[in-house]
């Protein structure tokens, strides 16, 4: 058992590392749960699509609405405490949905509500969250240890929590969301146990809140290679997401797949994510961070224009494989190298700004691949994404070795108080 141990999280990255781990592949497993939960949850009270759509909508719609306060909230305040506090205000709402669901009072409008306070709370949470592994483990550790916590997130969350969580639904509709009350209750009592130092990290703050958001957002366009980064991630969550967007009716009319093909379409993502959790480690000893950057991204593109032209359900799903191989590698790495180039200070709201670039891309890109698949049919926001995924990694080619080497010189001006 001491030589899995090790082998998943090794001594080097500490005790509390390993307490962190836990609890975010706990909080996986809750959140994997409600991931198929939730969905049944609202169909059991509405057939209205636009209700249904609406439910996905108020699970994102937090991270553009507060998703900046939430990183210059963890950046002023104890952020241990911000975790604690955020993840026990989800487990409130949970009660009160739980209860509404076993007095029989539970409504279409309740799960709504519901569904937006903990996408809210989950906001903060996060936001958090992301800013402990550099305060944890050592530069050169943090490509390794962001892999094994998204290893958490695409066993737990992606492969496991979702079964789970339509299983459990099955024998009642509260039993899940009273799993993923005891999944976020244990994952509150390991957190409070991390050894982090107490207090904010800038002591004390005499700026208004606003001026916070506003240096983080100033901080990153003032980093060259942090912000063509953001650039990049935000460009390819657009092109990524309008050729998603439409990927369900891509399987049923294009490759004739069916519903369940369509699952397997996103089984094969998931296993190729796992694999890479294998690879990543020896990935990032002996490629070049850049050429592994650039590798991804090529990918990427190439993902694209194979899906624009295959008609293959097997083309399909090895593509699939190597899309969930490939973006696991790459969003750890991009993680890593930011978490590396940002000042401890501004880890939250440097880190916000990058969740909301990635939503809001996400928004505009899915609206996108609706309108270019109704009037160019529904490949057409494949050749899209091929080509404004391209364009992109041709313009950024050369300074993706700068961005992949960032931490070598970070000495970026912080804005000075009162400035602006």
């Not at 999280?9 to 609890?23: K, T």
């Not at 976020?184 to 390991?190: C, E, S």
């Not at 980093?223 to 657009?238: C, E, G, Q, S």
Request: charge should be positive.
């Amino acid at each position: 058992m001491s030589r899995v141990v090790e082998a998943v999280a090794p001594a080097r990255l500490g005790r509390d590392f390993r307490v962190l781990m836990a609890s975010t592949w706990i909080s996986n497993l809750g959140d994997g749960i409600a991931l198929a939960a939730g969905p049944l949850l609202v169909a059991s009270q509405t057939r209205s699509p636009a209700l249904v759509s609406m439910a996905l909508l108020l699970v994102g719609l937090p991270w553009l609405l507060f998703g900046l306060l939430a990183g210059a909230v963890a950046d002023r305040v104890d952020r241990q405490r911000m975790v604690l506090v955020a993840n026990s205000l989800r487990v409130v709402v949970l009660l009160a949905l739980v209860g509404s669901i076993v007095t029989g009072v539970v409504s279409i409008a309740v799960v709504l509500g519901a569904m937006f306070l903990l996408g809210t709370a989950e906001v903060f949470a996060d936001t958090a969250y992301r800013t402990f592994l550099p305060m944890l483990v050592e530069k050169r550790d943090l490509g390794i240890a962001n892999a094994r916590l998204q290893a958490g997130f695409i066993t737990l969350n992606q492969f496991a929590g979702a079964p789970i969580g339509a299983a459990l639904f099955a024998l009642g509709m509260a039993v899940p969301f009273g799993v993923q009350i005891g999944c976020g209750l244990l994952a509150v009592v390991l957190v409070s146990r991390m050894a982090l130092p107490p207090g904010p990290v800038r002591g004390e703050v005499d700026t208004h809140v606003l001026r916070d958001i506003a240096d983080g957002v100033r901080w990153l366009m003032g980093h060259p290679p942090v912000r063509t980064l953001a650039l990049v991630i935000v460009t390819f969550n657009v092109t990524w997401a309008a050729s998603w967007s439409v990927l369900v009716l891509w399987s049923l009319d294009v490759l004739h797949m069916g519903p369940v093909g369509y699952g397997l379409l996103t089984t094969a993502s998931a296993a190729g994510g796992l694999v890479a959790t294998l690879l990543y480690g020896r990935l990032e000893r002996r490629v070049p961070l850049a050429t592994l950057m650039r590798t991804c991204l090529s990918l990427e593109v190439l993902m694209h224009l194979g899906f624009a032209v295959t008609t293959t359900a097997w083309i399909a799903v090895l593509i699939m494989f190597g899309f969930g191989l490939y973006a696991f590698v790459w969003g750890t790495l991009s993680q890593a190298i930011r978490q590396r180039a940002v000042p401890r200070e501004y880890q939250g709201r440097v880190g916000s700004v990058y969740s909301v670039a990635i939503y809001g891309g996400v928004v505009a890109g899915s609206a996108l691949g609706g309108l270019i698949a109704e009037r160019g049919g529904i490949t057409a926001p494949f050749w899209f994404a091929f080509a404004g995924s391209g364009l992109t990694l041709l313009l950024v080619w050369r300074q993706l070795g700068h961005i992949a080497h960032v931490d070598d010189d970070t000495r970026v001006q912080a804005p000075e108080a009162g400035a602006g």
